[in-house]
């Protein structure tokens, strides 16, 4: 793997950092219901929202092999309480 074959893209920032986007607060919802696993609502949430809208569109093909590197989130989540909760 080199440098040319990441792709940074900023299509979950949303309306910007911290600012939650209906994609993040689905992904932070679909991992902790399904695996039981609490990411955090800024960086992680997002990410996994990217990486779940990538799968869902064909950008990254069934059986491929994905690594997402998960840093936590817990402590995060109680900033997001009200967005997370309002279901």
Same mark, same amino acid.
């Given at each position: 793997? &080199?440098? /040319?074959?990441l792709r940074?893209? #900023? =299509?979950? @920032? ?7 986007? *209906?994609?993040? !607060?689905?992904?932070?919802?679909? $991992? +902790?219901? *399904?695996?039981?696993? $609490? %990411?955090?609502? %800024?960086?992680?949430?997002? =990410?996994l929202a990217?990486? @779940? #809208? /990538? %799968?869902?569109?064909? +950008? !990254? +093909?069934?059986? #491929?092999n994905v ?6 989130? *817990? ?5 997001? +309480? /009200? %967005? $997370? &909760? *309002?279901?």
């Amino acid at each position: 793997m &080199t440098a /040319d074959d990441l792709r940074i893209s #900023s =299509a979950q @920032l949303g309306e910007g950092y911290g600012v939650p986007t *209906s994609g993040m !607060i689905d992904a932070v919802e679909l $991992l +902790a219901r *399904s695996e039981g696993l $609490l %990411v955090d609502p %800024v960086y992680g949430g997002k =990410a996994l929202a990217g990486l @779940l #809208s /990538d %799968v869902e569109s064909g +950008a !990254i +093909a069934p059986q #491929s092999n994905v690594l997402f590197i998960m840093t936590g989130g *817990s402590p995060g989540l109680y900033a997001y +309480a /009200d %967005v $997370l &909760t *309002s279901k």
